[in-house]
């Protein structure tokens, strides 16, 4: 894949944002190293999300710090803009235009954002859509892909603008499962030429081969953190491990939930 990026990492202290009186973060810290990737994982409504855009200001944080690709993201005169060309976010629904075919989705924020000339930026695109394998999709339009297709396409977008860092959220959730391997494929070769990355995911098999440090985050706190073989091999916290039992088998039932509920019913 990609032969050159530029290393750069994340350094979150005390990361607090609500949205009004609920507060969705509550104090989180978290490191990630140049070149490292790091997976979140936790609950729906933890504030997996809320921390994903807060590294690019997405979402505005209500205290703490954020220093991102060597900009200091919570100083109010930081360049948000210049700040956000170093990182690449994938989305779990893809987020392309529609109205643009694969190639201009690859080359608009080129040209936009980073003043390529029309040529280089289709240079760079096909170079990562041929990565991607779609090096023959250029033509095409988003909808005349597949929900995998599509997402390599948005990998391929962000790549062509020479991140120092990406952000995936939830990026194979919307997927067929037939084509959740390829994207993953995709991220593991990123990861192995030496991406930095924070990945939330479900992907559990995934985040334990590959990453090199895993989160697990539940209302809006880190339960714990650490690597892989501990977090997910080992998990020390109840709540770790409760969350890991119902995400590695989803067929599990909750016996003491479902023996009330069928009391509930007896006893009506
Ligand atoms: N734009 C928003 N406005 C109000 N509440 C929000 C907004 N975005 C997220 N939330 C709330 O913040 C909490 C965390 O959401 P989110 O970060 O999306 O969690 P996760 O990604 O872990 O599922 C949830 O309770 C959610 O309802
Ligand atoms: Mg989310």
Avoid: W
């Amino acid at each position: 894949m990609t032969a050159t990026i530029a290393p750069a990492g994340v350094q979150i202290t005390g990361l607090r944002k609500s949205y009004g009186s609920n507060e969705v973060l509550k104090g989180i810290d978290l490191t990630v190293n140049p070149g490292q990737v790091v997976c979140l994982i936790g609950p729906s409504g933890s504030g997996k999300s809320t921390l994903l855009r807060c590294i690019n200001l997405l979402e505005q944080p209500n205290g703490g710090t954020i220093h991102v690709a060597g900009f200091d993201a919570t100083d109010e005169d930081v360049d948000v803009d210049a700040m956000r060309a170093h990182v690449g976010m994938v989305f779990q629904q893809f987020n392309l235009f529609p109205h643009l075919t694969v190639l201009q989705n690859c080359t608009v924020a080129q040209e936009k954002v980073l003043k390529r000339s029309r040529a280089e930026a289709e240079a760079v695109a096909r170079k990562h859509l041929s990565a991607v394998g779609l090096g023959s999709f250029q033509s095409r339009y988003p909808v005349e892909l597949s929900g995998g297709q599509q997402q390599r396409v948005a990998i391929a977008r962000a790549l062509s603008m020479d991140p120092k860092l990406m952000l995936f959220d939830e990026p194979t959730s919307a997927l067929d499962p037939e084509t959740v391997g390829d994207v993953l494929a995709i991220m593991r070769g990123l990861a192995q030429d030496g991406m930095t990355m924070v990945v939330v995911t479900h992907e559990m098999a995934f985040a334990r081969e590959v990453a090199d440090h895993v989160v697990f985050m539940d209302r809006g706190v880190v339960v714990e953190q650490g690597h892989p073989d501990q977090v997910i091999g080992n998990p020390k916290e109840p709540r770790t491990q409760d969350f890991l039992r119902r995400v590695l088998d989803p067929t599990h039932v909750e016996v003491s939930r479902d023996t009330a509920s069928v009391r509930t019913i007896e006893n009506s």
